[in-house]
T-cell receptor, first 112, second 114 residues
Framework: ELKVEQNPLFLSMQEGKNYTIYCNYS?????LYWYRQDPGKSLESLFVLLSNGAVKQEGRLMASLDTKARLSTLHITAAVHDLSATYFCAGGLGDSGYALNFGKGTSLLVTP | EAQVTQNPRYLITVTGKKLTVTCSQN?????MSWYRQDPGLGLRQIYY???????DKGDVPEGYKVSRKEKRNFPLILESPSPNQTSLYFC?????????????FGPGTRLTVT
């Protein structure tokens, strides 16, 4: 079974600062997903990482994947209030593993 | 517009009263699934379907049923709801063998069982 652990689970940061959310997973995962969820809303896809060394960036967010370390990171650069949300990472397993195993989420609050 | 729709969005019901939450996608996706989201637990998969008439259990299937008679629809059935099924439910879909592996989520159904 693929287990996914995120840390931290709660993060309060000031606007303009940088920070990283970590996502560790227990077994080989073919792909790693990052989602954003605003309160009471659905999940918005941010990144899908498919191979070792993959790096994707969108605005102030950058995600990377190290399959050897079984680690993905979501780096936030110069945070702004609009980035306040809950961020989930999820791993997908193998050919039949269309199911996603989610981490518990990181609740991010960006304050002035 | 590519989308996954769910109905109803909000539902309050009583213990034991059968209910169905509908899910429909317009992207001709083969794979569909249901998740429940509970505070502190993240999302957990309930059931999934690889194609019409092909369904299987996820991590937390007890108390739920599904059917896949048409490719676009994947309803979630609670035959005898109980308070521990109070949760936020999401339907999701994706194509098989899609290069991007992108998975699309519906807007969610908030269910309260009293």
């Amino acid at each position: 079974e693929l287990k996914v652990e995120q840390n931290p689970l709660f993060l309060s940061m000031q606007e303009g600062k940088n920070y990283t959310i970590y996502c560790n997973y227990s077994t080989t995962s073919d792909r790693l997903y990052w989602y954003r969820q605003d309160p009471g809303k659905s999940l918005e896809s941010l990144f899908v990482l498919l191979s070792n060394g993959a790096v994707k960036q969108e605005g102030r967010l950058m995600a990377s994947l190290d399959t050897k370390a079984r680690l993905s990171t979501l780096h936030i650069t110069a945070a702004v209030h609009d980035l306040s949300a809950t961020y989930f990472c999820a791993g997908g397993l193998g050919d039949s593993g269309y199911a996603l195993n989610f981490g518990k989420g990181t609740s991010l609050l960006v304050t002035p | 517009e590519a989308q996954v729709t769910q109905n109803p969005r909000y539902l309050i019901t009583v213990t034991g009263k059968k209910l169905t939450v509908t899910c429909s996608q317009n992207m001709n996706h083969e794979y569909m699934s249901w998740y429940r989201q509970d505070p502190g637990l993240g999302l957990r998969q309930i059931y999934y379907s690889m194609n019409v008439e092909v369904t299987d259990k996820g991590d937390v299937p007890e108390g739920y049923k599904v059917s896949r008679k048409e490719k676009r629809n994947f309803p979630l059935i609670l035959e005898s709801p109980s308070p521990n099924q109070t949760s936020l439910y999401f339907c999701a879909s994706r194509g098989l063998g899609t290069v991007s592996y992108e998975q699309y989520f519906g807007p969610g159904t908030r269910l309260t069982v009293t």
